[in-house]
DNA sequence: AAAAAATCCAACCGCCGGCGG
DNA sequence: TCCGCCGGCGGTTGGATTTTT
């Protein structure tokens, strides 16, 4: 793009020593410089001519021993740089231009999947290489920061969430699914099987990112709120069908005993947006997974422009009851559910006529459950931690 | 139209692990 | 076992390009 074709002495070609002791003299590239014989070598953007000579050379003899593709053509380059050029731009079947839309999701769970591991996220992608995945995600990093927008999307989380439900551990579950019982899923669903990289992994990476502030502070609070983790029941919808417990964020709307709307994309949609956060303006909110993973969470102020984005709010949050007794506790989200407690540690799926009330526009408070009542609460950090240390102590 | 700011992206850098002598 | 070399990887840089002011 920016490639000098015909000037290959431009002035961004830096010239260096290969093999030369002369620290003060030559660029400090150890790799490139450890030479027998003592070689002026060039850095900086690649010329044509050079190109031509490298593809010619590679084409015949096939990518390996760069080192000798710097001996056998006389290119001033070393063999590190030639394998650079090789893979990134050379090679055949490279794909050039912008990322397609098909690319981007790719990418996008990719990387929710296994972080920044730009090599294995490459080999997924046909065509593409690592470092442009890597500039992609970096680029993204920046957009997203500024729109306060969600590194994952949860609509595009969503298929890859669905192809992780195949292949969900869930004997159960797999067998319904390959039985062709996919119609029969609403009694039947599963939950999302959150694995260790799409939720807790993300988390650790955005609390490790640097792109983010006080990180201290947001560990500390994690570490707070770890210690009052409490697990949370189990699920029981009005077929007797047990689930385990995260799947309590997939289950939303209930017909007539039946789970309906229920998606993937819905209980991301409860999940991602979680790991959402800024730190200059954040509030602490925990899930507990019962038999899984802990995971927490942590929403700022742009959740509420989030959750109203994504429909969020269309779920149920569910206080776990601890005193094992008969706890009724109402949940007035703005959809509007109810529920009753079962038995210890179960909870009865809420039910409705018909669907799930849609959301209300004006709708823009957080809502948090304690035993008896759902609060609206400002200060999230310190009524969830009040809340917590209360029904611990209880 | 020009300058400044933002964005893009090719290439470099440094580290690491595998391998062979 | 040690050492040097090489290839591969992820992080980073900085010049080119595009967009904004």
Redesign the pocket.
């Known amino acids: 793009?920016?490639?000098s074709d015909s000037d290959p002495d431009s002035?961004?070609t830096h010239w260096y020593m290969s093999n030369s002791d002369d620290e003060s003299f030559v660029?400090?590239?150890?790799?490139?410089r450890?030479s027998t014989v003592a070689l002026l070598l060039?850095?900086?953007?690649?010329t044509s001519w050079e190109d031509s000579i490298l593809e010619k050379y590679i084409k015949k003899h096939g990518e390996?021993?760069?080192?000798l593709v710097q001996k056998n053509t006389g290119l001033l380059r070393c063999?590190?740089?030639c394998?650079?050029?090789w893979m990134?731009?050379l090679r055949p079947n490279l794909k050039k231009g912008?990322f397609s839309k098909e690319e981007e999701n790719k990418i996008i769970n990719l990387h929710r999947k296994m972080g920044?591991?730009?090599?294995?996220m490459a080999a997924d992608l046909p065509g593409r290489t690592?470092?442009?995945i890597?500039?992609y995600w970096?680029?993204r990093i920046?957009?997203c920061k500024?729109n306060r927008s969600p590194l994952y999307p949860a609509n595009v989380c969503n298929d890859a969430l669905n192809e992780d439900q195949h292949e969900s551990a869930d004997p159960n579950v797999r067998e319904k699914l390959t039985n062709n019982h996919l119609e029969d899923t609403t009694s039947m669903y599963s939950a999302p099987q959150f694995s260790d990289a799409s939720i807790s992994n993300i988390l650790d990476r955005r609390l490790a990112s640097k792109d983010y502030d006080s990180i201290e502070d947001q560990r500390n609070q994690i570490e707070v709120v770890a210690k009052y983790e409490i697990p949370l029941p189990v699920l029981k919808t009005t077929n007797n069908d047990i689930f385990p417990s995260a799947s309590i964020f997939a289950n939303h709307g209930i017909s007539n005993g039946n789970l309906s709307a229920l998606s993937t994309t819905d209980a991301l949609q409860m999940e991602l947006p979680l790991i959402q956060f800024d730190p200059n303006n954040q509030f602490v909110y925990s899930r507990a997974y019962a038999m899984h993973l802990t995971n927490f969470a942590l929403l700022n102020d742009q959740s509420e422009e989030l959750l109203n984005d994504t429909d969020v709010l269309n779920y149920v949050v569910m206080k776990e009851e601890l005193s094992g007794g008969s706890l009724s506790p109402t949940i007035n989200m703005p959809c509007e559910a109810h529920n009753s407690m079962a038995a210890s540690n179960e909870l009865v799926v809420p039910q409705y006529e018909g669907d799930a009330p849609p959301l209300q526009d004006d709708f823009t408070s957080y809502f948090y459950l304690n035993d008896t009542n759902l609060s609206i609460f400002e200060d999230t950090n310190e009524l969830f931690l009040e809340n917590k240390l209360d029904t611990k102590g209880n």
């Open positions: 793009m920016h490639e002035d961004r660029d400090k590239d150890k790799d490139c450890r060039k850095k900086g953007p690649w390996r021993n760069w080192k063999g590190k740089s394998r650079l050029r990134n731009h912008a920044n591991k730009w090599s294995r690592d470092n442009e890597k500039n970096n680029t920046k957009k500024n």
